[in-house]
């Protein structure tokens, strides 16, 4: 049985290796984005308006930008939402930092405040929106730290901020429920002229979906990764005809499907739509194409990591590039 066990794995690993051959999808596959988006998606789901996430707020005072992880835009108030992927059994020590014993590495992690953190994230993006033409009503902006890990557990819970969603809490988040959700949207304008709330939102949703963000790369198996990205490598034709893509006229690009030309190497189709900043955005008409190999790769510089990794386009769903 254990030799059927260990044969098991192992062409588990080979197959799994072949499938991704010359990506690094095996470094990121516990990627902290994943997470992010994991949240995002419910949160919208949950509570109706739109999240943008992996936001890059400049700080002025710092002279450095700002991580923020998701923005969540409802009629009549906006939720800055911090998402961390924090495992162990958590306390707060005398600093205010969070320490994790029994962690999934078997060592002490300690954290800065992720509470503390988020607060102060309010203030930087109030003035960024300020400086876009974007004034809030006090109590407009509101936060939230999320732990979606079931692997994270807090001792003493008492000495944790109500603002703390861990993932007992996360789990029990339901549209109709009435304890958790009305403490997450408490309609900062409710009462006010519906007009109002329509247009700081409006407003909102414009300067947020125009604000500087990470690139965010989407791989098969419903992977996410923010970054930078770099560069296309590949043969020189592929990577020719792959210079249309530049930050600054293209804003996504979609791996369509895999075809094969008799005996040519496997292509893919490629869609790009450019970049617009209506509210719809670019229509279907306005989407192009090309074909390259599917040995095509992307070079993308992954958030908070000093590797450049490399992911071939065959793995690849889709790219967003910040303007």
């Not at 936060?143 to 807090?154: M, S, T």
């Not at 247009?199 to 930078?228: C, F, M």
């Not at 600054?248 to 791996?255: E, F, P, Q």
């Amino acid at each position: 049985m254990w030799v059927e066990i260990v044969c098991g794995f192992i062409v588990y690993q080979l197959f799994k290796r072949f499938l991704y051959s010359g990506d690094d999808v095996l470094d990121v596959e516990t990627s902290d984005a994943n997470a992010l988006f994991l949240v995002a998606n419910r949160v919208e789901k949950l509570f109706g308006g739109k999240a943008y996430t992996g936001l890059q707020i400049p700080d002025a005072d710092a002279g450095t930008r700002q991580n923020i992880d998701i923005v969540l835009v409802t009629k009549g108030e906006a939720v800055v939402i911090s998402v961390k992927n924090f495992s162990g059994f958590a306390s707060i020590d005398r600093d205010g930092s969070w320490v994790c014993e029994g962690t999934s590495r078997h060592k002490t992690e300690r954290h800065p405040d992720p509470v503390t953190e988020t607060k102060n994230k309010i203030a930087i993006l109030e003035s960024y929106l300020e400086q876009r033409g974007v004034a809030l009503p006090e109590g407009y902006l509101s936060y939230k730290v999320v732990i979606p890990n079931p692997k994270f557990r807090i001792i003493h819970s008492n000495y944790f901020p109500p603002e703390v969603i861990t993932y007992d809490d996360w789990t029990q988040l339901k549209p109709e429920s009435k304890g958790l959700f009305s403490g997450w949207i408490k309609g900062a304008l409710r009462g006010g002229k519906k007009e109002m709330e329509e247009s700081i939102s409006q407003k909102l949703e414009y300067v947020l979906g125009t604000a500087p963000s990470w690139d965010r790369l989407e791989l098969k198996g419903n992977k996410h990764i923010l970054g930078e990205f770099l560069e296309f490598k590949g043969k020189q034709e592929d990577v020719l005809a792959l210079r249309v893509i530049k930050r600054s006229k293209i804003n996504r690009i979609v791996v369509q499907k895999t075809s094969m030309l008799g005996f040519a190497p496997s292509r893919l189709q490629i869609l790009y739509s450019p970049r617009d900043y209506r509210s719809d955005g670019a229509s279907a008409s306005e989407w192009k194409e090309l074909h390259v190999r599917s040995s095509t790769e992307i070079l993308f510089q992954p958030q908070n990591s000093p590797k450049v990794s490399k992911f071939k386009l065959s793995s690849t769903v889709s790219l967003i590039l910040s303007a």
